[in-house]
């Protein structure tokens, strides 16, 4: 007879209807761990809030979220917590645990979970350690990127990272590039499971004419893809001079953040706002026909884990231009994937330029992001939580049979 385990997943990185593209790689990592086979999952999500009117200023759209939902099938609890600005995140963790305390004590009863997987480091670790001690069951906390690269470093929060890789039961991370970032600051190696995370090769495949989908976008000719968050780690800028240097290339920058503004400040400057698209917050379902219209994917970030716009371009058939950030050797291994160049305009455009000139095939550009599938995300991921709650429990056989003898 198979024993069902139950599973708590915490992220603070998880999408809602307000931000529907927030943390998606996680949320369809939630929803294949919950399709294996002896697994049942409950999602909580917490969202910070500022205290005070200031939740009512900013936020007004997440108040009226609801604290608990069914999303895609899967039961989603949503509680809010204090996030106070201006402190550097040290007493998100803190918070995280008073709010979080009252509602697994209600949920208990119901989905008497067996292992809590935090799907981001911070301040996800730090407060499902305190919970796993405080309900008995074991904790498995994911490294993505920012969560170790920012918080794992910052002085206001990295002894709490640290402390809670030495005190969680398993750790993942979504490259090795990752585990070596954590093992550099102190976490425990030997501990690190490299876990890759996904592409939907269903959904994210080349499209039937390139040309015909850059017409749907209202582009002519060579283009440029740059696709993420428009914040200075991510380097669109570099992306943007690079292209400026190509003439008669288009450059499309998806994602949205702070930097739209100064980037369309900066291609007028540079001479081609007439050939810059800025498409904004892009829904994830419209993603795969923009990466197949793009003959060339580019991203100059500055730190990455495993960025999921590299494999969603490959699996389009885009080939990809990156820096060497994070698990980028992990993923071009081969010249039909594209080029890792150092992050200088300069180096950009020549490889750009390279990719144009001689365009790969779609089929064997495609074929570097086929090992990155979900199913073998979810299976990974069902056998380490599997193991960490059977450790788990010979654990509490072992400190019974202790006391009794």
Known sequence: MRVMIRVL??????PDATRRNFGVFVERQTLGLAGVPGFEVCAVAPIGLPPGPLALIHHADKLTLPVRETWKGLDVHRPRFTSIP????????????????????????????????????????????????????????????????????????????????????GLLAVSAAMRADMAALGMPAERIRVHHTGVDLARFRPVADRDDAKATLGVAGPLVLSLGALIPRKGHDVVLRAVAQLPGVGLAIAGDGPERARLIALADALGCGDRLHMLGNVPHDALPA???????????????????????????????????????????????????????????????????????????????????????????LADHLRGLVAHGRRRKIRTRQASSG
């Not at 996800?124 to 170790?148: E, F, M, T």
């Not at 969603?312 to 698990?327: H, K, N």
């Open 290 to 380: 923009i990466c197949g219209a793009a003959d060339v994917m580019a991203l100059a970030s500055t730190s990455e884990g495993l960025a999921n716009a590299w494999l969603e371009a490959l699996a389009c058939g885009t080939p990809i231009v990156i820096s060497d950030a994070g698990g980028a050797r992990e993923v071009v291994v081969s010249r039909s994937a594209g080029r890792i160049v150092p992050r200088d305009p300069q180096a950009f455009a020549d490889a750009i330029a390279a990719l144009i000139a001689q365009p790969q095939a779609a089929d064997a550009v495609r074929a570097t992001a086929l090992p990155f599938t979900w199913e073998a995300n979810s299976m990974a």
């Open 86 to 169: 201006g402190v550097g995140g040290r007493w998100h963790a803190h918070h995280l645990v008073r709010a979080l305390l009252p509602v697994l004590d209600a949920l208990r009863g119901e989905f008497p979970f067996d292992v809590i997987d935090a799907s981001f480091f911070f301040p996800d670790g730090p407060a499902a350690v305190a919970l796993g001690d405080h309900y008995g069951v074991p904790v498995s906390i994911k490294a993505r990127g920012a969560d170790v690269h920012h918080w794992g470093t910052s002085s206001a929060t990295a002894a709490q990272v640290i402390d809670a890789s030495h005190a969680a039961d």
């Open 9 to 14: 997943t915490l992220s603070t990185l998880f």
